[in-house]
């Protein structure tokens, strides 16, 4: 299992990653709603938000393992995470990364009550 970074999950640093995930969540579902054929390239960029905070809050440097387990990640979170990246225009898709960004900041915060 590949750990949490204590510093990376502070509650300053997860609240100002995930104000970014706001203002991304409201343009794709503005893009969703309106049938935007941009909420790919949207989605696309969240999900690289998502991967680059996961990979930043663990002790590693590499690139994500779908192989790996990370401990900042929520439960069944990379299988989650594949799903979402197999078909980024899709509702569904949205639905979970908000999902996931949702229970990873949730995730932070029982791991710094816990360190």
């Excluded at 794709?28 to 390239?41: L, M, N, T, W």
């Excluded at 949730?106 to 009550?113: E, G």
Aim: charge should be neutral; aromatic fraction near 8%.
């Amino acid at each position: 299992m590949i750990e949490a970074h204590k510093e990376k999950i502070s509650k300053e640093a997860v609240d100002e990653w995930f104000a970014i995930w706001e203002t991304q969540e409201r343009a794709i579902h503005e893009a969703h709603h309106s049938r935007d054929k941009a909420v790919k390239a949207l989605m696309e960029q969240a999900i690289v938000h998502y991967e680059q905070f996961i990979q930043n809050a663990s002790n590693t440097t590499d690139a994500l393992q779908v192989s790996e387990t990370y401990e900042v990640l929520p439960i069944n979170g990379m299988e989650r995470l594949q799903f979402v990246k197999t078909r980024p225009g899709q509702y569904a898709c949205y639905r979970q990364l908000d999902e996931l960004f949702i229970e990873t900041k949730k995730r932070c915060a029982r791991l710094r009550l816990k360190k």
